[in-house]
Nanobody, 117 residues
Framework: QVQLVESGGGLVQSGGSLRLSCAAS????????MGWYRQAPGKERELVAR???????EYADYVKGRFTINGDIAKTTLYLQMNSLKPEDTAVYYC????WGSGMTFWGEGTLVTVSS
């Protein structure tokens, strides 16, 4: 069973920065996409940013210009640089990997990001 482990969350003041990391316990073949999602209290999980094996990158409108996703699909590592954080960015952030070969979607357990005003 593959496990995804996120790290880098924490408490930061508004305007600050954090860098999230995600690593898989073993390699995953045929990765279609890797991404970050978040879920704030009382809200549904939503896409933050996603990158595909073909090189395309997608950002949610509310993080464009502030967050940057990067990673290495071959090494199954993923990062999210978050700058100019706002209190509304407070959420649990989850790493997500979709493998088209197996048809499986993998999720991490999440890392909490709290932005104080």
């Amino acid at each position: 069973q593959v496990q995804l482990v996120e790290s880098g969350g924490g408490l930061v003041q508004s305007g600050g920065s954090l860098r999230l990391s995600c690593a898989a316990s073993r390699s995953i073949s045929s990765i279609h996409s890797m991404g970050w999602y978040r879920q704030a209290p009382g809200k549904e999980r939503e896409l933050v940013a996603r990158m595909s094996g073909g090189g395309s990158i997608e950002y949610a409108d509310y993080v464009k210009g502030r967050f940057t996703i990067n990673g290495d699909i071959a090494k199954t590592t993923l990062y999210l640089q978050m700058n100019s954080l706002k209190p509304e960015d407070t959420a649990v952030y989850y790493c997500n990997i979709y493998s088209w070969g197996s048809g499986m979607t993998f999720w991490g357990e999440g890392t909490l990001v709290t932005v104080s005003s």
